[in-house]
């Protein structure tokens, strides 16, 4: 049965766009996603099938952008709705806020109206499992469907990750996805070649959606192992992930990276790789500490 969720939805100017994002994760135990079109004329030429971004996207106001997250009940949306605007009106931001009742399916449904085949980096498109999409001959297809789970590769950070795995990826590498989400990431690192890979995420939904994204793209428990959990939080969940991975990713806040820093340190193998994102430019000088401070160096910032 469908649960009822509240939507709460932000319009702020994209100058003050990372300060909201960073207010809006505070309330936000599920993820959120972000409507800014503010360089939609500059990124348009480097997608794949023009002719698929919807039109209505091109009618959007360039110089606001919008946030959304979704509450359950437990999460208390009425005072979370109170918290955002308090922490916005203190960092002087101009915004307006609507709150809305959805449902499971209407979250699922709304995701369809903009999501369609996405080409993120040099080989990787990624496709919603209701699109059809024909590959190029250098093209790797990565069929998803996000559900309730963050991650769809049309976001900055993730769509970050996603080139920087296609460009540091060695055949049969072992990767790690702290946070998965709806599991792209490390989804993203098979189809490319790595050997196998761990995904952990804290969101008992968005883990079961990574596994059953996995499956759609033919990848089974033999290479994909999904955990649901806290590492910070379970001792025991932290020993089962013991081993040297080469290639780490972290597509999360601040301040989940900070402590994090030394498990980061403990997985990767001698030479591997971390790669972070999620992070706003006034957390980067404490995030570059925290990962120093670990054994880690800091190689680059893009």
């Not at 360089?39 to 030429?45: I, S």
């Not at 209505?56 to 919008?66: E, I, K, V, Y």
């Amino acid at each position: 049965m469908a649960s009822d969720w509240t939507e709460v939805t932000i319009s702020v100017p994209t100058k003050d766009l990372e300060t909201a994002e960073a207010i809006m994760q505070m309330a936000a135990p599920g993820g959120l996603y972000i409507e800014d079109y503010s360089d939609l004329e500059e990124e348009v030429p480097k997608i794949a099938h023009i002719d698929l971004i919807d039109e209505d996207l091109l009618a959007r106001p360039r110089d606001r952008a919008l946030i959304h997250i979704f509450l359950a009940e437990s999460d208390n949306p009425a005072e979370a709705a109170v918290f955002i605007g308090e922490r916005l009106a203190a960092a002087q931001i101009d915004y307006q806020l609507e709150r809305e009742t959805v449902s499971d399916a209407d979250w699922a449904d709304g995701w369809k109206r903009y999501f369609h085949p996405l080409k993120v980096s040099d080989r990787i498109v990624v496709r919603p499992t209701w699109e059809d999409y024909s590959p190029a001959p250098d093209e790797i297809v990565l069929s998803i469907d996000p559900g309730m789970a963050f991650g769809t590769g049309s976001h900055a950070t993730t769509a970050l990750c996603l080139r920087a795995i296609d460009r540091n990826l060695q055949p049969g590498d072992r990767v790690l996805d702290m946070g998965c989400g709806s599991g792209i990431l490390l989804i993203a690192a098979l189809l490319l070649g790595a050997s196998e890979a761990a995904g952990v995420e804290i969101d008992a939904t968005a883990a079961r959606i990574a596994g059953e994204n996995a499956i759609l793209n033919g990848l089974g428990p033999d290479r994909v192992t999904i955990y649901n959990g806290n590492i910070l939080a379970d001792p025991l969940l932290a020993d089962q992930l013991e081993g040297d991975y080469d290639l780490i990713c972290a597509n999360i806040v601040a301040d989940v990276v900070i402590p994090m820093a030394p498990y980061f340190f403990r997985y990767a193998r001698e030479g591997g790789l971390l790669i972070a994102s999620g992070i706003i430019e006034e957390r980067l000088d404490s995030v570059r500490e925290a990962l120093e401070a670990a054994g880690l160096r800091v190689r680059a910032i893009d």
